[in-house]
């Protein structure tokens, strides 16, 4: 039987991450630290490594702005960054609307709401997708970053930095609208930078694996995973898990009781001894 801290080891990390990440773009606002300068969307690590947002980088290429070097660079940087540990990782790891809709998803469960609206989502998880693709059309219509004027991600971000209201605001929303009208809708449906964040976790190394020996059909795993359609191997095959919509936030590998789930670099995974 697992313990405690072998159930809730990686999102423990995953919450000491996205705190830690908030506290030094804070720290850097209001104190001048050098450790981590800047937003979400652009930054500067110890002044001297630049990171910028791919998605705010491509919105701006649509609407006809000229790239500058460090701007590429830092882009470059953080594409690689997600390529090797997943696209996705970004969604529970790094942004700080992940610990509002995880509450609302966590309130849903015990105030009973999800018994009361059934299993089957009424929305699609390709909105997302077409999110993504309006907000590029928008950008080169308008001429402006579209997505990044309306962003509740930037909202909450510079909430919690800088301490504007609206932040606050968007919080509430989007915790409300996950609790009472869609399971994981933010996150999981409309987000368009997750969206574009599960396009480029197609490529990456570092993947949840399925060890269909050990697995004794308990479902644990798809009753917490936010994107629980990517585990469709689970009781088939030993299989890793493909789909760049996996966040690896990990949650399926701590809940699972028979060891039959862990993370592998894509193509290495070598299949794991029952009991191991």
């Given at each position: ?80 960054f ?7 990782a ?43 693709a ?38 509430l ?7 009472f ?39 644990k ?11 469709h ?14 966040t ?11 060891d ?17």
């Amino acid at each position: 039987m697992k313990t405690l801290w072998n159930n809730y080891r990686y999102l423990f990390f995953r919450r000491v991450t996205q705190i830690s990440l908030l506290v030094l773009y804070f720290g850097a606002n209001a104190w001048g630290w050098k450790m981590l300068q800047g937003n979400l969307s652009s930054s500067v690590i110890l002044g001297v490594i630049p990171m910028s947002d791919p998605f705010a980088a491509m919105q701006m290429l649509a609407a006809g702005a000229i790239m500058a070097t460090n701007l590429l660079v830092g882009v470059t940087v953080v594409v690689v960054f997600y390529f090797l540990i997943g696209g996705r990782a970004f969604c529970s790891w790094v942004c700080p609307v992940n610990m509002v809709t995880d509450l609302a998803n966590f309130s849903r469960e015990k105030l009973g709401i999800n018994k009361i609206q059934g299993i089957k989502q009424p929305a699609s998880r390709k909105i997302r997708y077409w999110v993504l693709a309006l907000s590029l059309i928008i950008s080169a219509l308008m001429g402006v970053t579209a997505f990044e004027f309306v962003s509740p991600i930037s909202m909450v971000h510079r909430g919690i930095v800088f301490g504007l209201g609206f932040g606050w605001a968007a919080m509430l929303i989007i915790f409300l609208f996950d609790l009472f009208v869609l399971k994981n809708g933010w996150c999981g449906h409309i987000c368009p930078l997750g969206g574009f964040y599960s396009l480029l976790g197609k490529f990456s190394l570092i993947r949840v694996q399925h060890y269909e020996e050990n697995c004794t059909l308990c479902m644990k795993c798809k009753k917490v995973c936010p994107e629980n359609h990517v585990l469709h191997m689970i009781g088939k095959e030993s299989l890793p898990v493909l789909s760049g919509e996996c966040t690896n936030c990990a949650r399926c590998i701590e809940v699972c009781d028979d060891d039959a789930l862990g993370f592998s670099i894509r193509n290495m995974a070598k299949n794991k001894k029952t009991g191991e």
